[in-house]
């Protein structure tokens, strides 16, 4: 065989790093190595170890290849293999039946970001849109991270972390693991730390983030708000605001100030365990540093109280004027600097404002019927699935299955596995793989627009999102340019409508860089709220929902699944370093290195549980239970149990994974999930075990 040719690629996966890949495809057809590539200076050739070994995923013997049809009771996993024609024809067909019996919007088009490629991710909306569908309300990401970011900030773009690398003298990786989720992340961090930065780690656990860090400030989960409140309190009370920034740049300094003054390190403390000492002197470094920066993560968004914290925390770079200098202020992601019109992928043109829209996260609620959850709107009798997995990734699992398995409920899920989810459904197609087909993909860690090719054929007869979205829109009548063109022009003529370079150019050069220049990446022109100020006090309103019940100010917002007598923990469900949420569960390597689920238990509270290393515990609450083993764990407060990754449901001895102890109650102020934000019990033996 000859050597193989290396070409360029982009890691389509929901990662904030979306690097830059090059492939080594052989002449069999197969890919060899998978590596970061050096034309993306965030990426820098590093990548994430699952990446590099994709061969394993995208030549894995259990892809899907063909279309299946169910034959017998849901669930039994009896399958018989149709052709494309037939299995596109069925789903139509009972699309059409449903919506005639119930109205449209009995049908619910249901995605998430298996692949972030725009086109073949967000095609579904233009289905969704044209035929009236019910509507979606993403919330099992981003919606509370981008809620507390956008609350003070105006818009989803920060300071770039590379220009952090090089210039600040202090980092703070604010409720993430990188070192488990975005690994360009930890490399640049870990650089400026070479070269004499302070790092430090704000998390429940001692991750391998933590690990690496100066100071782990070891909070209690869902208590950030409470902790940037004193630390706040602290940069006014020693002269450590800066008034000059303050007055030009914020809303309401003042105020902010006399209402911090009430939120002593004493008071924080006993919210988030935290000693005084450690808060007050973190509060100092993060005070004499002229160029502070703040690497915000999604992870301590996941609480009912995420987006208030969130905005406290982007609050700590406006009172000292970080944002000022280079290397200071704050990132949470960059997806704000695309300007793309997304009306051909999503069918925008066609949207009706009047079909209800339904919250992602309340899957089950809404498949059981909740009327709540429904609107008051006919029942969903019909789902059609792309790029996500609910049911392992889905809060309140235990109504997500049993809505599955409703007996009137219409499913078609289109996958490269035969997923948990999948294995619920009427019909199954088979999908390519980022490496089977053309998409477009906008960061959010870094600046850099990407296009990538297909460089393979897919197996048997796996097709891409794209040809089944156009596909059934021909057969329930649906019209729209989108359906008659390839990805590749549908990304050609958005880029040209959006005025940035064509699909080839942008191809050819590796992508296109959105960075603006420097007084705009820190604001220096103005935040992007209507009046330019940052603002202390948001207008929650503008997010919809509950905002009245919300603080105007920066708070401690205890709404939190406070643990109580009967359930003394407080449950963290944070991602695994070689999982992406259920993705590669399949694959020999990460499940290798994961081995099996396990909960981190503080070492005291293993003694007091009568536990070591490697027991068996079930861990629950009013919702379900899951049994795992213990592994004790310094450096993580006593009542906090943390269990890593999205096992298959299949891993556990109740059969449901770990979100059936998650709630889908939405966060404040407009939905979000709430993964980490759960109290429950712990019992060996079956005999409840207190603290
Ligand atoms: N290997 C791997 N990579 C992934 C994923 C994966 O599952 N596995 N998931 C991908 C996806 S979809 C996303 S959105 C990103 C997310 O990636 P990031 O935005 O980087 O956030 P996470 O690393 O998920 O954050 C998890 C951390 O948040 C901490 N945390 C939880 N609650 C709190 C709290 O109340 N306060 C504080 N301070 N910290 C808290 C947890 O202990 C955990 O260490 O990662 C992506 N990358
Ligand atoms: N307990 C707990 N639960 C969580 C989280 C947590 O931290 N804790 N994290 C949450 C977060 S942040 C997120 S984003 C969600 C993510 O949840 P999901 O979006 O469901 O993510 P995955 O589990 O990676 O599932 C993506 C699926 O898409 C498929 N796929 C990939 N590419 C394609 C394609 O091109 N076409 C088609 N048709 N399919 C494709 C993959 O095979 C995979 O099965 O999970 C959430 N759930
Ligand atoms: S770090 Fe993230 S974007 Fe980069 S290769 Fe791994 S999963 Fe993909
Ligand atoms: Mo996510």
Redesign the pocket.
């Known amino acids: 065989m000859s050597p193989p040719t290396t070409l360029p690629s982009v890691c389509p996966?929901?990662?904030?790093s979306t690097c830059a890949l090059e492939v080594e495809v052989l002449d069999n057809g197969r890919i060899g190595k998978v590596r970061g590539s050096q034309r993306n200076a965030y990426t820098a050739g590093v990548i994430?170890e699952?990446v590099a070994r994709y061969a394993e995923r995208q030549h894995h013997p259990e892809r899907l290849q063909h279309p299946l049809m169910r034959t017998g009771p849901k669930g039994s996993q009896q399958w018989k293999r149709i052709t494309w024609e037939e299995a596109l024809d069925r789903t139509a067909d009972q699309l059409l039946q449903k919506a005639a019996q119930h109205g449209s919007e009995t049908v619910w088009p249901y995605f998430y970001?298996g692949t972030m490629g725009l086109v073949q991710r967000d095609g579904i909306q233009r289905l969704r849109h044209t035929m009236k569908y019910s509507r979606w309300h993403a919330t099992i990401?981003?919606a509370l991270?981008d809620t507390g970011w956008m609350a003070g900030i105006g818009s989803k773009r920060g300071v770039d972390l590379l220009e952090a690398a090089e210039h600040a003298d202090l980092i703070v990786i604010?409720?993430?693991?990188?070192v488990?989720?975005?690994v360009n992340?930890i490399q640049h961090a870990m650089a400026a730390k070479k070269r004499g930065a302070r790092l430090v780690v704000?998390?429940?656990?001692r991750?391998g983030?933590a690990e690496k860090a100066d100071l782990h400030?070891a909070?209690?989960?869902?208590?950030?708000g409470a902790l940037a409140c004193a630390i706040m309190h602290v940069l006014f009370a020693e002269g450590f605001a800066d008034w000059d920034y303050l007055r030009r740049y914020t809303d309401c300094p003042d105020e902010l100030a006399a209402h911090v003054s009430t939120r002593p390190p004493a008071w924080a403390s006993a919210i988030t365990g935290l000693s005084e000492d450690t808060i007050i002197s973190f509060a100092r470094e993060y005070g004499r540093a002229r160029a502070s920066f703040i690497r915000c993560?999604?992870?301590?968004s996941?609480?009912r109280n995420?987006a208030a914290?969130m905005h406290a925390v982007t609050c700590l770079p406006a009172v000292t004027g970080a944002w000022q200098h280079r290397g200071g202020g704050a990132v949470y992601g960059h997806a704000g600097l695309l300007p793309l019109n997304r009306g051909l992928i999503e069918g925008l043109d066609q949207l009706d404002p009047n079909t209800r829209v339904l919250d992602q996260s309340r899957l089950g609620a809404i498949l059981m019927g909740d009327a709540d959850a429904l609107q008051g709107g006919p029942p969903v009798t019909a789902l059609l699935i792309q790029n996500t997995n609910p049911a392992v990734v889905c809060p309140d699992l235990h109504r997500v299955r049993a809505g599955l398995l409703r007996d009137d409920l219409f499913t078609c899920v289109h996958e490269q596995f035969m997923t948990e989810t999948a294995a619920l459904a009427d019909i199954v197609l088979p999908a390519t793989t980022f490496l089977e087909h053309d998409d477009f993909y906008s960061a959010s860690g870094h600046t850099v627009f990407q296009v990538a090719k297909k460089l393979v054929e897919p197996p048997g007869e796996a097709r891409e999102n794209h040809f089944v979205i156009c596909e059934l829109a021909r057969r329930l009548g649906a019209s729209h340019p989108g359906f008659e063109m390839t990805a590749w022009d549908i990304m050609d003529q958005s880029l040209r409508q959006s005025g940035l370079w064509d699909a080839q150019t942008n191809y050819e050069r590796g992508g296109q860089d959105l960075a603006a220049p420097f007084d705009r990446m820190h604001f220096l022109d103005g935040f992007d709220t209507p009046d330019r100020k940052f603002h202390f006090k948001p207008d929650w309103s503008r997010f919809g929902g509950r905002a009245a019940e919300m603080p105007a100010l920066p708070d401690h917002f205890d709404v939190i699944d406070n643990a109580t007598d009967d359930k003394p923990y407080r449950l963290?469900t944070?991602?695994?370093?070689?999982?992406?949420?259920s993705t590669f569960t399949e694959t020999p390597g990460s499940l290798k290195r994961e081995r099996r689920p396990t909960a981190l238990l503080h070492p005291d509270d293993c003694t007091a549980l009568k536990v070591s290393e490697g027991d068996r515990v079930s861990v629950g609450n009013e919702r379900g239970s899951v049994t795992v083993h213990v592994q004790p764990k310094t450096g993580q407060q006593r009542g906090v149990v943390?269990i890593e990754?999205?096992w298959p449901n299949r891993a556990f001895d109740t059969g449901l994974g770990i979100n059936a102890l998650t709630s889908a109650e939405p966060g404040w102020p407009n939905g979000g999930a709430v993964f980490?934000?759960t109290a429950v019990w712990i019992r060996v033996n079956t005999e409840a075990v207190s603290l």
């Open positions: 996966h929901d990662c904030t994430c699952k970001a990401c981003v991270s604010w409720g993430g693991n990188p488990n989720t975005q992340v704000v998390d429940p656990y991750t983030t400030l909070v209690r989960p869902g208590t950030d993560h999604h992870g301590f996941r609480s995420g914290n963290v944070a991602p695994a370093r070689t999982f992406l949420n943390v990754g999205l980490h934000d």
